[in-house]
């Protein structure tokens, strides 16, 4: 079933302001179980069910990062609230939307084709290089979005030409569980390949960044090493 977008009068501030706080303790408390400090992870508020009027109530709430699944829901939302917000790309990035996407966003999550990554090369203006993460389908499911482990290697030496697009980090869609548990090992698994990768990518790519974690699951994904956790329900329900 298709889920409605949330409207401004769907959404309150002030419960919005206690979950965002919520979420913040429960970062922070995972943080500490991993002995890493409080401010090392950002919450982004995955918006891709609110609707543009939505973000009003976003923002006074406190949020202050948005991802966005649809090119042309960005470029609405962006038309209408601008500066309020440092918004990042999560959704699947097709390489004809890039040329909309890229000089509204800091950070795009969700690079996984080479054709991608030239169309960012082009697009990119200027001598500072577009910064993206690599989606990585860790899980190795069939029909999901992201590059297999083993496959990484290998993309990344195609995608090296390529200077105006700089790798900073990895992004993962881990199985879905019930149990976050179970998805323990995935998360850890891409700690293990950014750290790696950050190794043998010295001097060309700084593997630092780990978007991993959803609403069910962010308190695990912080303790195996995420830096950005993409949060909705958690906030807006």
Not at 7 to 33: F, G, H, M, S, Y
Not at 96 to 122: F, G, T
Request: hydrophobic fraction near 40%; include cysteine.
């Amino acid at each position: 079933m298709k889920r409605s977008l949330k409207t401004a009068a769907d959404l309150d501030v002030d419960r919005i302001r206690a979950n965002l706080e919520k979420v913040r303790k429960e970062t922070d408390a995972a943080c500490r179980r991993a002995g890493r400090g409080p401010g090392e992870v950002e919450i982004l508020a995955a918006a891709k069910y609110v609707a543009p009027d939505g973000l009003t109530a976003l923002a006074e709430a406190g949020i202050n990062l948005i991802g966005e699944n649809r090119a042309q829901d960005l470029v609405v939302k962006h038309s209408l609230h601008g500066d309020r917000f440092t918004w990042d790309f999560i959704g699947h990035l097709q390489s004809n939307k890039v040329r909309q996407i890229l000089p509204l966003v800091r950070l795009i999550h969700s690079v996984d084709s080479l054709s991608a990554v030239a169309e960012i090369d082009l697009r990119t203006n200027g001598p500072t290089p577009t910064n993206v993460l690599l989606e990585v389908n860790i899980g190795q499911e069939e029909g999901k979005y992201g590059i297999i482990p083993s496959e990484v290697d290998r993309f990344l030496e195609e995608a090296k030409k390529y200077l105006k697009v700089n790798f900073t980090g990895l992004m993962t869609m881990p199985p879905l569980a019930a149990d976050p548990e179970v998805v323990r090992p995935a998360f850890a698994a891409l700690r293990r390949m950014a750290s790696r990768l950050s190794r043998e990518w010295r001097g060309r790519y700084q593997f630092h960044h780990l978007s991993m974690g959803t609403s069910h699951d962010f308190a695990v994904a912080v303790e195996e090493g995420a830096t950005i956790i993409r949060v909705g329900g958690a906030l807006f329900e």
